[in-house]
């Protein structure tokens, strides 16, 4: 199974990124798929996450201005992420989870002027 981020870098407060997800080894669309985050010296936080039936749920740090989804045809989730604060700064891991949880390397996403 891999899962493999990709899309992060430096950007400015207000400026939007999108992350990608590419999944291999599993049943892609009956897995659940999400997002979490580490920042430097904290643990690592729920972001959003996605359903095998397309239902969506946020942090509500970030609800409003993230939006997940998936492509089943190309084995992928997204993370599109608007309105960016320097709080957001971290690395982003993606999530697949059903009868087990894998997870991504990480990207790293820094948000600063």
């Known amino acids: 199974v891999q899962l493999v981020e990709s899309g992060g870098g430096l950007v400015q407060p207000g400026e939007s990124l999108r992350l990608s997800c590419a999944a291999s080894?599993?049943?892609?669309?009956?897995?659940?798929m999400g997002w979490f985050r580490q920042a430097p010296g904290e643990q690592r936080e729920f972001v959003a996450r996605?359903?095998?039936?397309?239902?969506?749920y946020y942090a509500s740090s970030v609800k409003g201005r993230f939006a997940i989804s998936r492509d089943n045809a190309k084995n992928t989730v997204y993370l599109q992420m608007n309105s960016l604060k320097p709080d957001d700064t971290a690395v982003y891991y993606c999530m697949g989870s059903k009868d087990a949880v894998y997870w991504g390397q990480g990207t790293q996403v820094t948000v600063s002027s």
């Open positions: 080894g599993i049943i892609f669309e009956s897995y659940a």
């Open positions: 996605i359903t095998s039936g397309g239902n969506t």
